[in-house]
């Protein structure tokens, strides 16, 4: 049984089923045999997972115990060699899986449906304000999202408006509660939409920022993330040029592939634990893209269909001790966004109350704007800084990350919105 259910990892595994892979393998160490049926349950057609974040489907703390991830080393997450052209060797692959099983790191998908999103926390709201469910459908899909409409809005005033991509197994709720976005917007009186991803589209509700198909303008998941944004602007009195987009590890990486693709639609972005565009292409260069961090994204593939004319300003936030995506990849996107522009840097230090310390890198302009803020959050892991318990993946140690980024977006604007 034990050669039996080995070898159909193995299979798996190289066949590039790391999910199926990692469900045979807990089904094995629990004793039940994976027969061929169970092994070929989950439809081909969805993608893989390539985000961390995946690993569970509840809140965690920040780590502690653990060394900081080193810039330019591997983070221990899939044992993939970017300067190889060929899988890595089965038993070094399978090591890697049960080192992640035995530690309980994996969410059992044989233990519910692992399609299923958090049961949806109840994100407060004030008098007057609304959080509406709605569906975008054109040529390239359809998307479930929500948006928030604060109690402040008013029809005849232009609002700004924030889209909002969560992480990997998270739903626009679950989103939603954890940010505190809905808090922030309340004060400044902004629209928050939170478009979801689907299962069909990828098991682990991961949006597909590895995916070659999934990094050109309007076409793919750029496409539908667009439409939605066009949507509320239509279906709502939105200022654009005030429009602005942030995500969280696979939704970081989906931003960044936003404000390369589309720099007329979107006036800045944020990038929370996330990758630059073009980091990756493929399952193995993404793992490799996470595992030790890349300074080849260079976002061609969106590029070459919107040529950028401006620096789209981007807030950066990254753990030092993020050991899934490594933090590396933070300075990818910050170098990514500046395009070797001759920016003036400035350092500053903070500490948070009870909480984490970090830095914070200003990149100015000759005219003295900021066009791009990086804060590296010391000690803290793979989480949104400054969240809300009631949703997952957040650390309350940290910078309020929502904050700072609505505070930066506001201070962007377009310089040539679209009408």
Known sequence: MFNTDWLAATRLTNAGRLTEATAALQRMLAGNRTTPSATTATAWSTPPTIDGVAESAYAQPAPQAEPPATRGSGVGWLPFNPAASVKPTTPRALRGFLDQVSQGGFLPPGSADLGSSPAAPRVPMPEGAQFLAATFSDEAGSRPYKVYVPSTYRPEQP?????????????????????????????????????????????????????????????????LIAGITRQIMRDYAVDPGRVYLAGLSAGGAAAAIMGEAYPDLYAAIGVHSGLACGAASDMPSAFAAMRGGSMNGSGNAARSEAPRRRIVPVIVFHGDRDTTVNPRNGDAVVAQSTQAARLETRAEKGQVPGGYAYTRVLNIQADGRTVVEHWTVHGAGHAWFGGSSAGSYTDPRGPDASREMLRFFLQHPHPAPIA
């Open 159 to 223: 609002a700004p408006l924030v889209v909002m991509l969560h992480g990997c197994t998270q739903s626009p709720d679950d989103f939603a509660a954890g940010t505190r976005m809905n808090e922030m917007a309340e004060l400044h009186t902004c629209l928050v939409v939170y478009p979801g991803q689907t299962t069909s589209a990828n098991m682990q509700r991961c949006w597909n920022w590895f995916s070659e198909a999934d990094q050109h303008r309007d076409r793919g998941e750029p496409a």
